[in-house]
């Protein structure tokens, strides 16, 4: 009982460590915790720099992409500053086209006016012949083409008209309407002939109607559209491709010819819708020039390309804002990305050209963003990281390293807590130790003091002195001091053994020699009643190396232990013997015999399985320890096999040596 508390009392001071403990997990945890905030904050700062750095790069890249747009829009205002709006508008509407300068283009007068293309009524350029003179013959064949509907007849009348007529226009014109009404009439061969003629007339090419709209023109086209849907193959290679020819070059000619914006326009219109060929480049400038004047506009500006009320259209105006450029925003982005490609052939990254509309819509994507120039205050220069983000890589490679050294650095403190966790462990270990054998030594010397002065006390006081009285209590008093005398061996023992100053003197022994000490130390205790020792020795032992009194002490242990846990009847057995090349003593008793579970255990320090048994049987849970390190010092090893209630066998194997003694 008193033990048991002491233990608990040592186990407590056990839990004293926790302080020490968690001062050493503070040393652990607080470093740690600071490497790993160090390492993040380093890893922060290196994706930032490392994308600093290519911030830097890459705006570089942009700058260039810059520079190449803003000469592309000053040779492209070098070229509508060249154009004077108001000398022949057509043919600098049909220069600056042509030059691929833009889209379209508007070219005004001094004074603001459209000079080019002119939508609203005639333009200045064009001469017109005015309405139709109310002379008789006129009014006839009005008369007879509309109301009388005989367009034979009416035919017959213009041709007579013609015929006379003295003026070049009006005689185009009534041939012009002789022309329709011989279509009326069903003689379209009749008509074809002589509109193919009226068209290629030198005396009527430039003849005018009263809209300003050349005859000649409009009676080739006229041609053309009757040649195309004449039935008769006959006529349709080559008047029909001639004629076609014809108009089509008068119609892409600027210079020569004076046909107004608006009967140009239609005529191209009428043969792109008959004969389905893209025939003319400045077709879709004309259009957009159409539309652009349409609505009053949002003015434009010098030098800054702007929108226009026209989704995706784009203008730029002249130094003198005579001339306005037009741009389609897919041509923009067209040649934007042709400038790009010129700069940037990085695989890393992708450049963009932006209109306004999109720049909203990538701002998270890029990478960055810098506006397109002057020339395009609206538009952006975006750039994107292609594939796998560049920096991170970068980035990654220095963190590595980072985490590397943050990894040694926190192992280091984590080997280190761990070695003093173990020392101070250990250091503890001991301190109970040192505390569990004192208290341990104190108490079991107690016990045969007590008995040896109870012995003692008795025989000085009797008197009488009956010899053999006297002989029995100084014989319980040398089994008394016997038992003294190996606990404190066994004190002596572990303590050097703890303080690894147990040092062993190695001789060559004959293990017969050791086992008859052992039995000779022991006979007379195991010689009294209820008790039998059994010994066998094989002889011819080989010899074995090791300190004789340690072997000694290993012996009398077991063979105390035997005496020891064994009850009434006890029969215990000493065997010699040799097997392989070890020398084995076998110590087995019929005695209470083990668990399982004591069996692990038996061998630590202070385990005992009943403690009020082996504390009445005079042990103190150090023997077999004591054993076992001395087993473990010769190199040998120690085995125990038992039942409970059946008894215990030890079996101690020490190497021979092979010599024979
Ligand atoms: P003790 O000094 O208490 O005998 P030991 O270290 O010699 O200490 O033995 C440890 C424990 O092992 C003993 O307390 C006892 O319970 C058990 N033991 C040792 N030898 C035997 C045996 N021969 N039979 C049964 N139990 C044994």
Redesign the pocket.
Known sequence: MTIHRRITNSAGRVQGAWPVLLLLLAAMAVPTAGVLWFMTQAMHNERLAVRQRLENAYRGRLAEVQQQIEGYWREKLEAINQTKGNTPSGKNFADLLNAGTSDSVILYDSNGRPQYPFTEGVSPSVTTTGPVPATDAWQAAEKMEYEQADPAAAAGMYAAIAEQAADKHWKARALQAQARCLVKAGKTEAAITLLLNLASDEKTRNATDQNGRLIALDANLFAVQLLKESADPRFEDSRFEDSLQTLVERLNDYVESTISFAQRRFAMHCLMERVGRKLFPTLAALDLAADYLEEPDIPAQVGQLLPTRIPGVWQLASADKTVIALYRQKRLLEDGTKIIQMISTDEDITIQIQPPEKIALDAKTAFLSEPAGEYMPEWQLTLYLQGPDPFAAAADKRIAMYLWTAGVVVLFIVIAAGLAARYIRRQMRLTRLKNDLIATVSHELKTPLASIRLLVDTLLENNARDPKQTRDYLELISGENARLSRLID?FLTFSRMERNKRAFEMTTLAPERIAAEAIEAVRERFAAAGCRLETEIASGLPAVVGDRDALLTVLL??L???Y???RDDKHIMLRVYAADSNVCFK?A?N????SRR?MK???????????S???S???????????KFIVDAHGGTIK?S?EPGR??T?TVKLPATGSGT
């Open positions: 066994n242990n077991l105390d232990n035997a020891k846990y064994t110590v008793d005695g209470i015999g083990l004591a255990r038996i061998f630590e320090r202070f385990y005992q399985v009943d403690r048994l082996s504390r049987a005079g042990g103190c849970g150090l023997g077999l320890s004591i054993v125990v038992s008894g215990s030890f």
